[in-house]
């Protein structure tokens, strides 16, 4: 049983920052791409940043420039540091995560986390 734990979320002013972290545990042989997406009410899911184990960056235009995705291999975590937030980055934010256990490779969410900026 792997779980992913995301921390870091709450509320901030326009203009403010917060990390958010997302620690996988559990019998992990090794991860893969790490990822944060985020849902805002009446929206879909959709994807923020990723990162794979080379470290290559994937970003949503809307947070480029702002958002920072990074890893640590040795603890199996992923992190965001979000600058410059504005309102509309308000959202559930959620950890994402393909990981290899004993079966296999399989993908994983956290239970995400609310950030909320406020205006």
């Known amino acids: 049983q792997v779980q992913l734990v995301e921390s870091g979320g709450g509320l901030v002013q326009t203009g403010g920052a917060l990390r958010l972290s997302c620690a996988a545990s559990?019998?992990?042989?090794?991860?893969?791409?790490m990822g944060w997406y985020r849902q805002a009410p009446g929206k879909q899911r959709e994807l923020v940043a990723s990162i794979t184990t080379g470290t290559t960056t994937n970003y949503a235009d809307s947070v480029k420039g702002r958002f920072t995705i990074s890893r640590d291999n040795a603890k199996f975590t992923v992190y965001l540091q979000m600058n410059s937030l504005k309102p509309e980055d308000t959202a559930v934010y959620y950890c994402?995560?393909?990981?290899?256990?004993?079966?296999?490779?399989?993908?994983?969410w956290g239970q995400g986390t609310q950030v909320t900026v406020s205006s």
């Open positions: 994402n995560a393909d990981v290899y256990v004993v079966t296999g490779w399989k993908n994983y």
């Open positions: 559990g019998v992990i042989r090794s991860i893969n791409t």
